[in-house]
């Protein structure tokens, strides 16, 4: 450094020895001698070093303009934050812990992928309404991309046309509140099933869980191909598996630079089996609807309406083929059964954890219900305290805790902090219906809290959101609600419910699965008491 000072100083006294100025004794030729030379070697070096400094300014000034990252807790060279999130507790819970230090626009790198968490109602309508365009990306992800035909269906497909084109045929065709309706004898005929086959187990314990997962299973597979069939149970089976896959953390996303890491998978190489299966499961239900000619009738199934539109649009631009149809089958028993069982799950959960909860939900229900002796989907919308009773439920436990993963499409500006491109967003719906500055008594199952209450789940209440918000909102709340209210409102409606073992209500274990959704780590299983009339 000090050589370049010296250096600096004797440029100096060249460019005055050129002006006519010096600061030596005239005549005193030997310095001047000296002073030359010493400036051919230094000037260059001095040259060569501002060059370097000027790179690394502008290095360091570009990172920091750039990176004006979130901040974050310190990073591991090569796995960046993972061993902060690989601990024994769930990522939505290690996320919140972090965010409460970093706070709640946080910035992660887990492997080689950079992530933003966010943990705010204020942040996530940045992202989701503000930004939302700009957020409204999908991360190419390994086993999904398998899974969906090559992101080709609604939920992992990236933002474009295709994904627009599928969208409007789902939330306009499939799932919009006329299609809904027109399979409610289908929900109250397996909703029924359910309640004869509780009532046959009487005084004895029943797997709740495993019941109604069958049963909304059971509907969604009736909605999308009509009759029962000998494809289902291969269907329901594959379907479960790729669901346990999906849900682990699979490590080749996290490096995805890494190609060797994929030719390693043998998650990949089950799901690459998997999708085979399915597809030709798939194909063979394709074939048989396409076999018998339907006139349009109201017991029209999901594959009958995406046949037709198939037809329709035969010569446009964008056909839809057969692996299109296929996929969105597949993303309507992906997003749709697991989510709406394990909500009806929760709901029953905390009703029996807190049973003057449990003993309003049924007064209510038996108040509707008993002119009539029995539940139909007629009077549902008389049921407000259970309603409440079903968004307390989404609040405490979301199914989909981190909603699904979101992909920012370019580089933006959130709160005076830079994300870059590409980075994966993750929006932590967990953490934000338990913000204490949003919910008094946050941590308390309060469904009173929703009675009389504006706040809603449609998307516009950030406080809010276990079906996301934006345009990659849930399309389907209207497919998922009387599948959680009608099997909820039948259990309460036809029996009381008690533990097994002598157990104590109030020591019923809550704790959550890890997976894709967040469904109980042990299945619910209680004692029906089926009600004398
Ligand atoms: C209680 C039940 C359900 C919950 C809590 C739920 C929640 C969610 C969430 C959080 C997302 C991601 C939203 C986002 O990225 O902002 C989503 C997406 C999606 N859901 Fe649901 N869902 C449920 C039921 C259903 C049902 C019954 C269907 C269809 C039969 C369905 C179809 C979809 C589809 C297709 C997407 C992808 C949308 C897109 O990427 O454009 N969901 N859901």
Redesign the pocket.
Known sequence: MMMYLEAFLLYLLHIYHHLGISFFPSGSSYLMELHNHFFNITFISFFIFLLVLFKIVKIWSYNTSTVNLPPGPWKLPFIGNLHQIISRSLPHHRFKFLADKYGPLMYLKLGGVPYVIVSSPEIAKEI?KTHDLNFSG?PNLLLSTIWSYNATD??FSIYGER?RQL?KI?VIEL?SAKRVQSFRSIREDEVTNLVKSITASEGSVVNLTQKILSTTYGI?ARAAFGKRSKHQEVFRSAIEEVASLLGGVCIVDLFPSIKLLQCLSRAKTKMEKLHKELDMTLQDIIDDHKSIHKEESNDEDLVDVLLKIQQENYHSQHPLTDDNIKSIIQ??FG??TE??SE?VIWAMSAMVKNSNVMEQAQAEVRRVFDKKGYVDETELYQLIYLKSVIKET?RLY???PL??P?ESRERCQINGYEIPAKTRVA?N?WAIGRDPRYWVEAESFKPERFVNSPIDFKGTDFEFI????????????A??LP??ELPLAKLLYHFDWKLPNGMKNEELDMTESFGITAGRKHDLCLIPIPRRF
């Open positions: 989701m999908r609604v939920i994904w969208r789902c799932l969604t993303d309507m997003a749709g989510t709406s909500a989404l979301p199914v989909a909603l699904v979101r929006v719906a276990p079906f996301g918000a934006g345009r990659r909102m849930c399309p389907g709340i497919f998922a599948n959680v």
